[in-house]
């Protein structure tokens, strides 16, 4: 156990649908991430939040993606309109300039969008 | 981020070290290497980082050669429990830099009984 806490850890919904995902880094961490894994696939970079403010989006987060830290602690990261391609294990991580930047990952999301 | 290049998969016994390769020729003086592995349906897994000398913690080894172009993954007496999917990862750590991780296909560790 990382310290890091993704809830919840399986989400099975249908094509169309909206679905929210949470994350809860270490406590003292100001940085936080978050990455998609498709089958097969090493993780790939989504988006990254220093404190509250969203810093980076990759050109894989689209439109339908939004992900917010409201008060730098824990982070949502929400998807519209779920389509058969975003099923994937959605992991965030966190890390701290203290800790040399070292990121810890939580368990993942696993999404399956029927 | 510097790329980073590792056998696709590997093999060892139980009981013995488990020595995985990473070239990263292009690396910066500013970067990092860092190993991370993922066991099936889990997150990544930290193991070890350096930037030029050689780390040792409770998990690992991480020798990293003096050009610093290429590393190695040293798990002493690897058991079952490590089979896994080994990232070697190149990135700048510190400062004002956020430092996302991109990783590649990375090895496929099989520890054989």
């Known amino acids: 156990d990382t310290g890091v806490s993704q809830d919840p850890r399986h989400k099975i919904t249908k094509r169309g649908q909206n679905v929210t995902f949470r994350c809860d880094p270490i406590?003292?961490?100001?940085?936080l991430y978050w990455y998609r894994q498709t089958l097969g696939q090493g993780p790939e970079f989504l988006t990254y939040f220093q404190n509250e403010a969203q810093l980076e989006k990759s050109r894989l987060l689209s439109d339908r993606f939004s992900a917010e830290r409201p008060k730098g602690s824990f982070s949502t990261l929400e998807i519209q309109r779920t389509e058969q391609g975003d099923s994937a294990m959605y992991l965030c991580a966190s890390s701290s300039l203290a800790a040399q930047e070292t990121q810890y990952f939580g368990p993942g999301t696993r999404l399956l969008v029927l | 981020d510097a790329k980073t290049t590792q056998p696709t998969s590997m093999d060892c016994a139980e009981g013995r070290a488990a020595n995985l390769p990473c070239n990263h020729s292009?690396?910066?003086?500013?970067?990092?290497v860092y190993w991370y592995r993922q066991i099936h349906s889990q997150g990544p897994q930290y193991i070890i980082h350096?930037?030029?000398n050689n780390e040792t913690n409770e998990m690992a080894s991480l020798i990293i050669t003096e050009d610093r172009k290429s590393s190695n993954l040293i798990l002493p007496h690897a058991t079952l429990r490590v089979s896994a999917v080994y990232y070697c990862i190149v990135r700048v750590a510190g400062g004002t830099s956020y430092g996302k991780l991109t990783f590649g296909q990375g090895t496929i560790l099989t520890v054989h009984p």
């Open positions: 292009t690396i910066s003086g500013n970067e990092y």
């Open positions: 350096g930037l030029k």
């Open positions: 406590s003292e961490h100001n940085r």
